[in-house]
């Protein structure tokens, strides 16, 4: 019984080896068989590209690549790019021009290479599963900097906004006498409003309990209600 024992052990490490071995070698292949052999610098398999991670040149992860688009005669029209994905949920689909990814020798394996950030990319236009483009949606990585470059300004602007109406709420807070009134827009919740009056969304009981007749549910606020906003002392 000892014998058989011992046996059956050393059977199952020697098949754990070779499942080792296998996945190695499987792993190894996968980088190795991505271009085709022969002399053909530029032409690469599909079935190596699909499911290999993009990096841009600071190594920073951009996606995976899942999917190629051909035409009929056989020309791959874009190449779909998965960024975002979180164990495969969530994330977009973007249509990438094939010429922007470079395919990168990396000791014995490839590496694909784009010229972006995963910012610029968070801003790029996508597709979904039922509505895929006949091209390319992204052609050139200075449309994504300068979309990129669009959305920060945007952004800068709607904080400047911000900062511009808190700063007239705190003048009429402190000047005068005659009590501050904002009327509720579609979207708007008592925090939104607390943060632009006193720039703390903290403070939104403050805006609650100085309109409790009109507000049936502060969680729920009704478009056009005119709300009076107290003083940040009160």
Same mark, same amino acid.
């Given at each position: 019984?000892?014998?058989?024992?011992?046996?059956?052990?050393?059977?199952? %490490?020697?098949?754990? &080896? +070779?499942?080792? /071995?296998? =996945?190695?070698?499987?792993?190894?292949?996968?980088?190795?068989?991505?271009? !085709?052999?022969?002399?053909?610098?530029?032409?690469? @398999?599909?079935?190596? !590209?699909?499911?290999?991670?993009?990096?841009? @040149?600071? /190594?920073?992860?951009?996606? *995976?690549?899942?999917?190629?688009?051909?035409? *009929? #005669?056989?020309?791959? +029209?874009?190449?779909?790019?998965?960024?975002? %994905?979180?164990?495969?949920?969530?994330? *977009?689909?973007?249509?990438?021009?094939?010429?922007? !990814?470079?395919?990168?020798?990396?000791? %014995?394996?490839?590496?694909?290479?784009?010229?972006?950030?995963?910012?610029?990319?968070?801003?790029?236009?996508?597709?979904? *599963?039922?509505?895929?483009?006949?091209?390319?949606?992204?052609?050139? =990585? #200075?449309?994504?900097?300068?979309?990129? &470059?669009?959305?920060?300004?945007?952004?800068?602007?709607?904080?400047?906004?911000?900062?511009?109406?808190?700063?007239?709420? &705190?003048?009429?807070? /402190?000047?005068?006498?005659?009590?501050?009134?904002?009327?509720?827009?579609?979207?708007?919740?008592?925090?939104?409003?607390?943060?632009?009056?006193?720039?703390?969304?903290?403070?939104? +009981?403050?805006?609650?309990?100085?309109?409790?007749?009109?507000?049936?549910?502060?969680?729920?606020?009704?478009?056009? =209600?005119?709300? =009076?906003?107290?003083?940040?002392? %009160?």
């Amino acid at each position: 019984m000892i014998f058989s024992s011992a046996a059956l052990l050393a059977d199952e %490490e020697s098949q754990q &080896q +070779r499942a080792d /071995n296998q =996945t190695t070698h499987q792993s190894q292949e996968s980088d190795q068989s991505l271009r !085709i052999t022969g002399s053909y610098p530029n032409i690469y @398999k599909a079935t190596g !590209i699909i499911g290999k991670e993009v990096k841009n @040149k600071q /190594n920073k992860k951009l996606g *995976k690549i899942s999917d190629l688009v051909i035409d *009929k #005669s056989g020309q791959v +029209r874009y190449a779909v790019l998965s960024h975002g %994905e979180t164990l495969g949920v969530g994330g *977009k689909k973007l249509a990438i021009s094939w010429d922007l !990814i470079q395919v990168s020798p990396e000791e %014995e394996s490839y590496t694909l290479v784009m010229d972006a950030t995963p910012e610029e990319l968070a801003n790029a236009p996508s597709f979904n *599963k039922d509505n895929w483009p006949a091209n390319a949606q992204v052609t050139d =990585t #200075s449309s994504l900097k300068e979309q990129q &470059q669009s959305s920060t300004a945007g952004s800068q602007s709607t904080d400047q906004q911000s900062t511009n109406e808190r700063s007239q709420f &705190q003048q009429q807070d /402190n000047g005068s006498s005659t009590p501050k009134t904002v009327t509720v827009q579609e979207g708007d919740t008592l925090a939104d409003i607390a943060h632009h009056a006193y720039g703390d969304a903290n403070k939104w +009981r403050l805006i609650y309990n100085a309109n409790k007749d009109k507000i049936k549910d502060p969680r729920d606020l009704l478009v056009g =209600t005119k709300l =009076t906003i107290p003083s940040s002392n %009160e």
